[in-house]
């Protein structure tokens, strides 16, 4: 029979009213018999023809409307399932799945063109870092080189040519530190970004198993996959041995997925496709095999794959918001200007508007002290100084394992109020680790509970009960463990090759972490044991010919393995399994033992992953030949005789533990959103401090699904959001951002998984793993974690909160000298003029830029450097901006009072020792040095050395607002340095012949030097009297954290029963 059809169908939208024609496509089953293009479904704009094949029985063909139509008409879409769908591939055999990607065994260079061009390239979309050339342009880009760009243009156009180099030159300076500190910053990205992610992928061409890069794989590829390769693309699995891979960079989940082969169930009318988490019988980019082997076909490639599609969202929307210090210090530098623009009409008004002279020359005197009046209000090294700090803090971070990849994190981490973070790898050692050993009798009743206390992948252990003390049953009992761990296992565990030097029981090995754990279990046994009969483990494994295996089954649960001891004549089966698989299979009832039941809940409760271990010696495999996967599964696994309950887990960093508490003292709450089992999740969050012992109160833990199933509204009317979130989704770590910033928090959400990335990018701070991280996840995160450590988090928010103290204290440095400077030279217009009635500088324009780039920075880079306070992190987060009303009070009382010292020191050499000689008729004193300047131009030398000495001291007034200046360290050297260094430089401008008088335009004294040290005596007792004043009668600048009323306290229950500990 034959089918020959045309096919037109228009569909009438009833609420637009308008007539619309779509393409359809037909969906074939049942195809095996037929050849490869046969099955390629056939497509067209309006019409299908020529789709002519044969009717098989069992076979049948449908015409399926694309699911943006149907969803448009509101059709159900539960029947668009078809093979050609690459994302409905794990509802298909994997033959079928091969064919519809174009598998072929003669895969030549033209067949991976074809499907590249077809399907496009293994490439994600990622946020990639700039160029040196962006970077350069936007580091010149911005407020503070637009005013110095047109102070250069008008420098040139009056020719004051030194001015105008000197311009040039703060210019680069400013934009050079910026671009160097951010260049080094990308590089340091780049160096990391792709750390831990897979590079080639081995494909099987032609017949021939070959190396590529990953970016040369295509669909319809076969890839080959061995324990520890991680997947280059979504793959059909077609063959599998033992296979496990870790999906917890996609889905969270914390332990390895066992693969399978069969196509999974349709999705039924009004149901959810299966989640990507349980389709068994697919492999996802970036997920590593954690144990075993198999073999897959690509259906997905670059920015299709289910990363990939994670990574071309993330890749949306640009870049994040400017930061508050960002805008603050842009609205501060257009304040400035228009106050600058004010200030100059009023100097032209001193200067009676003679802007142009009556010969039609410019008035230049009156161009450059305007502009010698805007550069002293600007704070030119303000922003240059500010990248430095961060710098410095960057260097400090990158040497605690916390790479920065933007610096205005720096800003945000001071003000977190609350961490959102991941557990596995973070909180968590992120590594299965033997927990405890429970011997059990045959009834099940257990009798013995063994804990090991030692390092990860080493044989040492110190035992709860030493082992050499055990006896009788128990000695018997637990060498039969022993030797079931062995023998009934895939991993291997060996001492290093060689062994290290500094611990010669240091162990290493392949295959899924908690097979890992089990044999690091066995090892413990054999160290604690102290038996010469078993001196390693392969005297457990000696004698022993393997009698076949079973494999572990998703569906049984169990592994179990079969063996002969020909010189013993022994036969022996080794099961282990879930307890609840082990526990019906074995003789004696165990399953019914109250005592054993009780002590499975005590271990699940505390977190713990607990397998059976059991065995049976009575199925006879004497030859070689025989195997036990000749029986049928159920009759080798039954009568089994229950030996131990074997408990393993993924502890907590000790780190973490430290950290959390850390963290609550700081007043920042933590949370724990992770894809764990709730009682998994709840334990480790007890033992590590996030949530208190004893029954949570409600509403402290949730769930991912009810979290996603809340509306805002119900969200915000809880009085506090969950402080645990298992089995959480993208969805749900996202949404628990949005809600905490609409509480107005500040939110810094840690992960590692490209499931964490939508968060991280919503979050104000989002922090990736640098080791366990994913590619996508690294280049949409602020700062990277080298060591994947939670304490290392918390160390940075630390930074954060020492580089915001930091920068509040010299931008109140930096603005008093810009205060000063402007009170000197706007009172001086009224007074101080020459025999033309003409203002007269009191400081040249050269020597005001030397103040606030030079001298200003000195100490602020040694503020910069200083060291936290010992309360720093018992303070609570950073609420307020840089500006608050005492600061502004700070520098413009300090500024006022170095501007009228200066002021003052000028008029004490004009009118005491020069009798009011500012000059004579004709001469100017502000652009040249005439022999009747000589006076001006050493009180100007002079109030340039007060304002620089005041300007100096001033930065240990500025350290803290309120304490007296010898109570703040006096170890920083930096500073010290900075003031000596600052005070001797004004030697050689001050008595250096050209530089004094041609570019500085003053002249140094003698006598002079002991009125500024006076002065300066002065000036610190009277910062010393207004600190007394302010602690006298303002508020507490903070109150430190209580703790207790941040972190959680359990809810009223009663006492309860010790558990097993590890």
Same mark, same amino acid.
């Not at 870049?319 to 304040?335: G, I, P, Q, R, V």
């Not at 022996?572 to 005592?595: F, H, M, Q, S, Y």
């Not at 080791?771 to 990277?784: L, R």
């Not at 010992?870 to 901006?881: A, E, F, I, K």
């Given at each position: 029979r034959s089918l020959s059809c045309t096919l037109s169908v228009i569909l009438v939208n009833a609420t637009s009213e308008n007539l619309r024609t779509f393409s359809f496509e037909p969906k074939v089953r049942g195809l095996a018999d037929l050849s490869e293009k046969e099955q390629k479904p056939a497509k067209s704009e309006l019409s299908f023809s020529s789709f002519d094949t044969r009717?098989?029985?069992?076979?049948? /063909?449908?015409?399926?409307?694309?699911?943006?139509?149907?969803?448009?008409?509101?059709?159900?879409?539960?029947?668009?399932?078809?093979?050609?769908?690459?994302?409905?591939?794990?509802?298909?055999?994997?033959?079928?799945?091969?064919h519809a990607v174009g598998g072929t065994n003669s895969s030549n260079e033209e067949w991976v063109t074809q499907q590249r061009q077809l399907y496009g390239s293994n490439k994600l979309a990622e946020a990639h870092g700039k160029s040196l050339i962006s970077v350069i342009f936007w580091n010149f880009c911005n407020p503070l080189t637009a005013i110095l760009g047109a102070v250069l243009i008008l420098a040139c156009c009056i020719q004051e040519w030194i001015e105008a180099v000197v311009v040039v030159i703060v210019i680069f300076l400013n934009a050079g530190v910026s671009i160097i500190q951010e260049w080094k910053s990308e590089q340091s990205m780049a160096a990391i970004r792709h750390l831990g992610g897979a590079t080639?992928?081995?494909v099987v061409r032609d017949g021939r198993k070959q190396t590529i890069p990953l970016g040369d794989v295509v669909v319809g590829d076969v890839i080959e996959l061995k324990t520890g390769d991680v997947i280059p693309a979504d793959l059909r699995l077609m063959e599998i041995n033992r296979l496990e891979v870790d999906e917890a960079v996609l889905t969270g989940e914390s332990v390895p997925v066992v693969k399978t082969l069969a196509p999974l169930p349709a999705?039924?009318?009004?149901?959810?496709?299966v989640a990507v988490g349980d389709r068994t019988n697919m492999c996802f980019r970036q997920t590593s095999v954690s144990q075993g082997s198999g073999r897959g076909v690509v259906v997905c490639v670059g920015e299709k794959t289910e990363i990939g599609k994670i990574a071309a969202k993330l890749s949306e929307g640009g870049s994040k918001k400017k930061t508050a210090l960002t805008m603050t210090m842009e609205y501060l530098m257009y304040?400035?200007?228009?106050?600058?623009?004010?200030?100059?009409?009023?100097?032209f008004t001193a200067f009676r508007w003679e802007i142009v002279m009556p010969d039609g020359s410019v008035n230049n005197e009156a161009l450059l002290y305007a502009s010698a009046t805007l550069v002293a209000i600007l704070p030119e090294a303000a922003i240059v100084l500010i990248t430095v700090t961060m710098a410095i803090s960057v260097r400090r971070m990158a040497a605690s394992n916390a790479i920065v990849r933007n610096m205005t994190a720096l800003e945000q981490l001071g003000k977190v109020t609350d961490i959102c973070s991941d557990k596995t790898g973070t909180l968590t050692e992120g590594n299965m680790r033997p927990a405890g050993l429970v011997l059990c009798d045959a009834d099940g009743r257990p009798h013995q509970q063994l804990i090991p206390d030692g390092p990860r992948h080493n044989r040492r252990a110190t035992w709860s009960t030493p082992l050499t003390d055990l006896s009788g049953a128990d000695a018997s009992l637990l060498r039969d463990t022993l030797r079931a761990l062995v023998l009934c296992s895939?991993?291997?565990?060996?001492?290093?090759?060689?062994?290290?030097?500094a611990d010669p029981d240091e162990l290493e090995g392949t295959g899924s972490p908690t097979e890992l754990a089990l044999m690091e279990m066995a090892h413990k046994i054999v160290y604690g044991l102290k038996d010469s009969s078993i001196p390693t483990l392969d005297s457990a494994h000696a004698h022993w010919e393997a009698r076949g295996t079973f494999d572990f089954d998703s569906t049984t649960k169990t592994m179990s393995t079969g063996w002969h001891d020909p010189s013993a004549h022994a036969n022996l089966v080794t099961v282990k399994g879930a307890p609840e698989a082990i526990l019906p299979r074995c003789a004696g009832n165990p399953g019914d033992n109250a005592a054993l039941v009780d002590t499975m809940e005590q271990l699940a409760q505390k977190g713990l992953r607990v397998l059976a271990v059991a065995q049976r010696t009575d199925l006879p495999l004497p030859e070689p030949t025989d195997d036990i996967t000749s029986f049928e599964r159920a009759d080798v696994e039954k009568d089994l005789r229950l030996l131990a309950l074997v408990a393993v887990r993924d502890p907590p960093k000790n780190s973490s533990i430290v950290a959390v508490k850390k963290c609550f003292s700081a007043g920042i709450v933590v949370r724990m959103l992770t894809g764990d089992h709730p009682s998994t999740a709840e334990a480790i969050a007890k033992e590590i401090g996030i949530i208190p012992e004893g029954t949570a109160p409600k509403g402290m833990i949730m769930t991912g699904p009810v979290l996603d199933s809340m509306t805002d509204a119900e969200l915000d009317a809880m009085v506090d959001l969950p402080l645990i979130v298992a089995r959480s989704s993208p969805a749900s770590k996202v949404r628990m951002v949005e809600a905490l910033h609409r509480r107005k928090k500040v939110v810094a959400m840690t992960g590692d998984g490209v499931n964490d990335s939508p968060a991280i990018k919503q979050a104000d701070v989002g922090v990736a793993m640098g080791i366990t991280g994913s590619d996508v996840t690294k280049g949409v995160a602020d700062i990277v974690i080298a060591d994947d450590n939670f304490a290392t988090i918390v160390s940075a928010v630390q930074e954060g909160r020492r580089i915001f103290t930091s920068i509040s204290s010299f931008v109140m440095h930096l603005l008093s000298g810009n205060m000063a400077e402007a009170v000197t030279l706007l009172i001086s217009l009224a007074f101080v003029t020459d025999a033309r009635d003409l203002p007269v500088f009191v400081l040249s324009p050269i020597a005001i830029l030397f103040v606030n780039t030079v001298t200003g920075s000195g100490p602020a880079i040694g503020i910069a450097l200083d060291e936290c306070p010992p309360d720093l992190m018992q303070r609570p987060p950073v609420s307020h901006g840089l500006f608050t009303f005492e600061a502004i009070l700070d520098f413009t009382v300090y500024g006022c009072m170095m501007g009228a010292m200066t002021l003052a020191t000028f008029s004490a050499y004009i009118w005491g020792v020069a009798g009011g000689n500012l000059g004579v008729e004709g001469e100017s004193c502000n652009k040249y040095d005439y022999a009747s300047c000589y006076h001006v131009m050493r009180a100007r030398g002079t109030a340039f050395l007060t304002l620089n000495t005041l300007l100096l001291l001033h930065a240990y007034?500025?350290?803290?607002?309120?304490?007296?200046?010898?109570?703040? /360290?006096?170890?920083? /050297?930096?500073?010290?340095?900075?003031?000596?260094g600052g005070t001797l430089l004004c030697v050689p401008l001050l008595y250096a012949p050209f530089i004094n008088n041609k570019v500085f335009k003053h002249l140094g004294g003698d006598w002079e030097w002991g009125m500024v040290?006076?002065?300066s005596v002065v000036f610190m007792a009277f910062a010393e009297m207004y600190k007394a004043i302010k602690r006298a009668t303002f508020s507490p600048l903070y109150k430190l954290v209580d703790s207790s009323k941040v972190a959680p306290s359990a809810a009223p229950t009663s006492a309860r029963r010790p558990i097993m500990s590890a």
């Amino acid at each position: 029979r034959s089918l020959s059809c045309t096919l037109s169908v228009i569909l009438v939208n009833a609420t637009s009213e308008n007539l619309r024609t779509f393409s359809f496509e037909p969906k074939v089953r049942g195809l095996a018999d037929l050849s490869e293009k046969e099955q390629k479904p056939a497509k067209s704009e309006l019409s299908f023809s020529s789709f002519d094949t044969r009717l098989q029985p069992g076979m049948s /063909t449908e015409f399926v409307a694309p699911p943006a139509i149907l969803a448009e008409s509101g059709a159900s879409t539960n029947n668009d399932v078809s093979v050609s769908d690459p994302g409905k591939s794990h509802l298909f055999p994997a033959d079928d799945v091969y064919h519809a990607v174009g598998g072929t065994n003669s895969s030549n260079e033209e067949w991976v063109t074809q499907q590249r061009q077809l399907y496009g390239s293994n490439k994600l979309a990622e946020a990639h870092g700039k160029s040196l050339i962006s970077v350069i342009f936007w580091n010149f880009c911005n407020p503070l080189t637009a005013i110095l760009g047109a102070v250069l243009i008008l420098a040139c156009c009056i020719q004051e040519w030194i001015e105008a180099v000197v311009v040039v030159i703060v210019i680069f300076l400013n934009a050079g530190v910026s671009i160097i500190q951010e260049w080094k910053s990308e590089q340091s990205m780049a160096a990391i970004r792709h750390l831990g992610g897979a590079t080639n992928a081995t494909v099987v061409r032609d017949g021939r198993k070959q190396t590529i890069p990953l970016g040369d794989v295509v669909v319809g590829d076969v890839i080959e996959l061995k324990t520890g390769d991680v997947i280059p693309a979504d793959l059909r699995l077609m063959e599998i041995n033992r296979l496990e891979v870790d999906e917890a960079v996609l889905t969270g989940e914390s332990v390895p997925v066992v693969k399978t082969l069969a196509p999974l169930p349709a999705p039924k009318e009004g149901e959810f496709d299966v989640a990507v988490g349980d389709r068994t019988n697919m492999c996802f980019r970036q997920t590593s095999v954690s144990q075993g082997s198999g073999r897959g076909v690509v259906v997905c490639v670059g920015e299709k794959t289910e990363i990939g599609k994670i990574a071309a969202k993330l890749s949306e929307g640009g870049s994040k918001k400017k930061t508050a210090l960002t805008m603050t210090m842009e609205y501060l530098m257009y304040f400035l200007l228009v106050v600058g623009v004010i200030f100059g009409v009023f100097i032209f008004t001193a200067f009676r508007w003679e802007i142009v002279m009556p010969d039609g020359s410019v008035n230049n005197e009156a161009l450059l002290y305007a502009s010698a009046t805007l550069v002293a209000i600007l704070p030119e090294a303000a922003i240059v100084l500010i990248t430095v700090t961060m710098a410095i803090s960057v260097r400090r971070m990158a040497a605690s394992n916390a790479i920065v990849r933007n610096m205005t994190a720096l800003e945000q981490l001071g003000k977190v109020t609350d961490i959102c973070s991941d557990k596995t790898g973070t909180l968590t050692e992120g590594n299965m680790r033997p927990a405890g050993l429970v011997l059990c009798d045959a009834d099940g009743r257990p009798h013995q509970q063994l804990i090991p206390d030692g390092p990860r992948h080493n044989r040492r252990a110190t035992w709860s009960t030493p082992l050499t003390d055990l006896s009788g049953a128990d000695a018997s009992l637990l060498r039969d463990t022993l030797r079931a761990l062995v023998l009934c296992s895939t991993a291997k565990l060996v001492p290093v090759h060689g062994h290290t030097e500094a611990d010669p029981d240091e162990l290493e090995g392949t295959g899924s972490p908690t097979e890992l754990a089990l044999m690091e279990m066995a090892h413990k046994i054999v160290y604690g044991l102290k038996d010469s009969s078993i001196p390693t483990l392969d005297s457990a494994h000696a004698h022993w010919e393997a009698r076949g295996t079973f494999d572990f089954d998703s569906t049984t649960k169990t592994m179990s393995t079969g063996w002969h001891d020909p010189s013993a004549h022994a036969n022996l089966v080794t099961v282990k399994g879930a307890p609840e698989a082990i526990l019906p299979r074995c003789a004696g009832n165990p399953g019914d033992n109250a005592a054993l039941v009780d002590t499975m809940e005590q271990l699940a409760q505390k977190g713990l992953r607990v397998l059976a271990v059991a065995q049976r010696t009575d199925l006879p495999l004497p030859e070689p030949t025989d195997d036990i996967t000749s029986f049928e599964r159920a009759d080798v696994e039954k009568d089994l005789r229950l030996l131990a309950l074997v408990a393993v887990r993924d502890p907590p960093k000790n780190s973490s533990i430290v950290a959390v508490k850390k963290c609550f003292s700081a007043g920042i709450v933590v949370r724990m959103l992770t894809g764990d089992h709730p009682s998994t999740a709840e334990a480790i969050a007890k033992e590590i401090g996030i949530i208190p012992e004893g029954t949570a109160p409600k509403g402290m833990i949730m769930t991912g699904p009810v979290l996603d199933s809340m509306t805002d509204a119900e969200l915000d009317a809880m009085v506090d959001l969950p402080l645990i979130v298992a089995r959480s989704s993208p969805a749900s770590k996202v949404r628990m951002v949005e809600a905490l910033h609409r509480r107005k928090k500040v939110v810094a959400m840690t992960g590692d998984g490209v499931n964490d990335s939508p968060a991280i990018k919503q979050a104000d701070v989002g922090v990736a793993m640098g080791i366990t991280g994913s590619d996508v996840t690294k280049g949409v995160a602020d700062i990277v974690i080298a060591d994947d450590n939670f304490a290392t988090i918390v160390s940075a928010v630390q930074e954060g909160r020492r580089i915001f103290t930091s920068i509040s204290s010299f931008v109140m440095h930096l603005l008093s000298g810009n205060m000063a400077e402007a009170v000197t030279l706007l009172i001086s217009l009224a007074f101080v003029t020459d025999a033309r009635d003409l203002p007269v500088f009191v400081l040249s324009p050269i020597a005001i830029l030397f103040v606030n780039t030079v001298t200003g920075s000195g100490p602020a880079i040694g503020i910069a450097l200083d060291e936290c306070p010992p309360d720093l992190m018992q303070r609570p987060p950073v609420s307020h901006g840089l500006f608050t009303f005492e600061a502004i009070l700070d520098f413009t009382v300090y500024g006022c009072m170095m501007g009228a010292m200066t002021l003052a020191t000028f008029s004490a050499y004009i009118w005491g020792v020069a009798g009011g000689n500012l000059g004579v008729e004709g001469e100017s004193c502000n652009k040249y040095d005439y022999a009747s300047c000589y006076h001006v131009m050493r009180a100007r030398g002079t109030a340039f050395l007060t304002l620089n000495t005041l300007l100096l001291l001033h930065a240990y007034n500025c350290r803290h607002q309120r304490l007296p200046f010898w109570k703040s /360290t006096l170890k920083n /050297t930096v500073l010290w340095a900075s003031v000596v260094g600052g005070t001797l430089l004004c030697v050689p401008l001050l008595y250096a012949p050209f530089i004094n008088n041609k570019v500085f335009k003053h002249l140094g004294g003698d006598w002079e030097w002991g009125m500024v040290a006076a002065m300066s005596v002065v000036f610190m007792a009277f910062a010393e009297m207004y600190k007394a004043i302010k602690r006298a009668t303002f508020s507490p600048l903070y109150k430190l954290v209580d703790s207790s009323k941040v972190a959680p306290s359990a809810a009223p229950t009663s006492a309860r029963r010790p558990i097993m500990s590890a």
